[in-house]
């Protein structure tokens, strides 16, 4: 069958099994976007308002079904724009390919018009990427992409085509078999021994008398939710969760303390910091992770568990690391232990568990014009029963829903995590509403995140997405403006945000808009959110400078928590001098 | 040969990776900006062809008191065009280094002493001019090092090294 070069993106983009694709498009891409007419019945093609956009999306839509995300855009300025969104999702391992225009062959090198060294600027930020320069080798180009970013640890991966490829006709057989040589999906260092590994592995779990399970985003990578949750049952240990891990385990489960690190709770980093064995399972101990390395977990073994043997030994030694994957070896390892259980560890747990609900915001009866972020998650989580998939942005906000909202599935928390890249959060709840289209979609996000990705609220109307955009208003840079107050002795630099009437603003998008400035208003503009069919957007206008609580602040150990003050009702009154 | 044990023992923190890869458009590129990017010390890259066209070789040498080399060895591994990576530290192998040395040379007598030094470190000399001379030395680097130190005192003009290559023995 011959084709054009564009045709064969098509056809491999079909044999992929993708459904949707999210780009822009411009000159270098044209012929990929022409042929895009006689494709559009069976691939989706959503028009971002900008390319970081499209790369967000992506990401998300990979998170909220496993199945790869594609982008695309125009050369130059175009792939510039997706820089960003690769980079998200090099940091959070997510499958994303991602396919850009370049110049004709013959002009490669010239600083033609919109000419930019692709390849060269995403090289450090994506797991692998080509530039096509020979219509011959796109089939074969694109299906290594595919299977590049999808198998072993998932990553993007961009694939770079000159316009004259896609203009160009060759033979075209849909590929069925990726040779890579220096590739493979699981690939240990060297001859790994694995019985020996995992018989010491079940010799620590054995000797250990307070250990704890710290469960990152491998596990839903290798979509080993029942075999985790088989070991964490039968060996009986603890679970601490990072933030890309949050949905490993439902939160509600007995032994689930969920999130670790700068703003874990209380009790869950006193876990780790007094644990004798650490078991890290897809997870690679980032420093919001560990607090200060020389003095994390001082007292634990470590079995470290990943797909990617560069995470073994890169952060914190391990005694004992196995490359693999997750479902293959917690199948052979669950088997080799003994149902257990660990009473007075987690007596310990709890006790510090209950200091820790004593200075629960939660707790205080706060008057009704006291409207706080926290409030804001814990009432969206009531509402929507807990059910909802939420993407968040960063900052404030997004540390505050992982700790008042409950997750019970996988990904039912998108965020950026390894990059925090603000913006994130609109884009990806287009992704996330296109990947879950019967899931409720929250997308919650701050004042500053929400002021990147406006332009993203076109993209909802034109493509009828029901997305409800909860913007948590302080009218700050909130967690900047933390870092500001606790670690610049309150010397505000750039973070205070004037912003434009949301309200209005969703109204001239032909988004329902509400604004909510008391706890009542606050419930009532969700319910009324969640009853609207559509997109609304809902501005909660929350105290101004409140900290997100515990904090470990850099540099600190993870028992030297900054805590959350425990508030005396007396305080009540007296402004919110207490929250600071 | 001993010499290059004892010469790994001497120098227990230079590492010495070899890595085979396809010989494809920007790997090496990506071997450099991988060493960038996490901050990798390295001390010196080699690269050339191979028996195989569609295969390079790479040696890198880390000085393992600045960098982890297994972490190097890790990362290299990770890179799709990367085939294998070899740490060939510890490993009886033949390393060597080739470096051209200008000298000048002031009076006649010069001339001939320089020629003996030549003769003494068993290298060439292989240009010879009016006021310099080019030494060709062929080594492990230590050798190469002493000879530059014995030839500072006649004013060394131009030094290029190609940095270690090195294949395990047997």
Redesign the interface.
């Known amino acids: 069958m011959k084709l054009t070069g564009a045709q064969i993106i098509w056809e491999s983009l079909l044999q992929q099994g993708v459904e949707v694709v999210f780009g822009y498009p411009g000159g270098a891409i044209l012929p990929t976007y022409d042929a895009l007419v006689d494709y559009q019945d069976r691939i989706r093609h959503v028009l971002v308002r900008h390319e970081e956009n499209a790369a967000f999306a992506a990401d998300a839509y990979f998170r909220a079904t496993g199945k790869v995300g594609v982008c695309m855009a125009t050369s130059g300025p175009g792939a510039l724009n997706l820089v960003t969104g690769l980079a998200n999702a090099m940091m959070d391992s997510s499958a994303v390919v991602a396919i850009t225009g370049q110049g004709a062959s013959h002009l490669v090198g010239t600083d033609a018009f919109q000419e930019t060294d692709v390849?060269?600027v995403t090289?450090?930020i994506t797991?692998?990427n080509y530039?096509v320069m020979n219509v011959e080798e796109l089939p074969q180009v694109l299906a290594e992409a595919f299977y590049?970013a999808r198998t072993g640890r998932p990553g993007p991966v961009l694939v770079d085509i000159c316009k004259d490829v896609q203009q160009k006709m060759t033979d075209y057989e849909p590929i069925t078999e990726v040779k890579?040589?220096?590739?493979r999906a699981v690939?240990p260092?060297g001859k790994q021994n694995l019985p020996l590994l995992l018989q010491r592995a079940k010799e620590l779990i054995d000797n250990a008398r307070r250990p704890i399970i710290l469960a990152g985003q491998g596990i839903k990578h290798a979509n080993a939710h029942e075999e985790f949750r088989e070991f964490v049952e039968k060996s009986g240990i603890p679970v601490a969760t990072t933030l890309l891990g949050i949905g490993v385990l439902s939160e509600d489960h007995p032994l689930n303390l969920r999130m670790m690190g700068m703003h874990g709770e209380a009790y869950v980093n006193m876990a780790i910091a007094n644990a004798d064995l650490l078991i890290a399972l897809g997870m690679r101990f980032d420093d919001r992770v560990t607090g200060n390395l020389k003095t994390y977990a001082k007292n634990a073994r470590v079995i470290h568990v990943d797909i990617?043997?560069?995470e073994?030994?890169?952060n914190v030694p391990a005694d004992v690391g196995i490359v693999g994957n997750l479902k293959d070896v917690l199948r052979q390892l669950t088997p080799m232990i003994e149902k257990r259980s660990y009473p007075a560890w987690l007596e310990q747990i709890n006790e510090w568990r209950a200091d820790t609900q004593a200075h629960d915001i939660m707790q205080v009866e706060f008057p009704d014009h006291t409207l706080l972020a926290p409030h804001v998650m814990r009432m969206i989580w009531e509402e929507t029963n807990g059910e909802c998939t939420v993407c968040t942005d960063v900052g404030q906000h997004q540390m505050w829903e992982t700790q008042y909202f409950l997750h019970k599935r996988k990904n039912q928390l998108i965020t950026s995590g390894g990059l925090g890249a603000m913006g994130f959060g609109v884009p990806a709840a287009v992704g996330a509403k296109l990947g879950r289209p019967q899931d409720e979609v929250w997308a919650i996000v701050g004042d500053g995140g929400f002021q990147m990705s406006i332009p993203e609220l076109a993209t909802i109307v034109q493509e009828k997405l029901d997305i409800k955009i909860a913007v948590i208003n302080n009218n700050y840079l909130g967690m900047v403006r933390q870092w500001q107050e606790l670690m610049h002795n309150k010397r505000y630099s750039a973070v205070e945000m004037w912003t434009p009437d949301f309200v209005k603003l969703a109204e001239a998008y032909g988004i329902c808009g509400l604004r909510a400035r008391t706890r009542s208003e606050a419930r009532e503009a969700i319910r009324i959110a969640r009853e609207h069919e559509g997109p609304v957007l809902i501005e909660f206008q929350v105290e101004k400078e409140t900290n997100v609580f515990p904090m470990v602040q850099p540099g600190k150990s993870l028992n030297e928590m900054t805590r959350r003050p425990i508030i005396q009702p007396a305080a009540l009154g007296g402004g919110m001098d207490f929250l600071k | 040969m001993l010499i290059d044990r004892i010469e790994a023992q001497k120098n227990p923190t230079k590492h010495t990776l070899v890595a085979i890869?396809?010989n494809k458009?920007?790997v090496l590129?990506?071997v450099a900006?991988?060493m960038r990017?996490r901050n990798f010390n390295i001390e010196s890259l080699a690269v050339g062809t191979t028996e195989d066209p569609s295969i390079s070789r790479m040696t890198i040498v880390i000085d393992a008191s600045k960098t982890?080399a297994?972490?190097v060895?890790?990362?290299l591994?990770?890179?799709?065009?990367?085939?294998?990576?070899q740490d060939l530290t510890d490993v009886p192998s033949v390393v060597r280094e080739l470096a051209l040395i200008k000298v000048r040379i002031s009076d006649a007598q010069h001339r001939g002493e320089i020629k003996q030094i030549a003769d003494m470190f068993q290298s060439r000399v292989v240009d010879v001019a009016k006021d310099s001379c080019i030494i060709e030395v062929t080594g492990e680097e230590q050798k190469v090092d002493s000879m530059l130190r014995v030839l500072e005192d006649y004013g060394i003009l131009e030094v290029v090294r190609t940095g270690r290559i090195a294949m395990a023995r047997g």
Do not use: Q
């Not at chain 2, 591994?77 to 990576?85: F, S």
């Open positions: 390849t060269g090289l450090p797991k692998h530039l590049i890579l040589r220096g590739y690939k260092m990617d043997p560069a073994i030994n890169k | 890869v396809e458009p920007g590129t990506r900006s991988l990017r982890n297994a972490l060895e890790r990362n591994y990770k890179l799709v065009n990367v085939i294998d990576v």
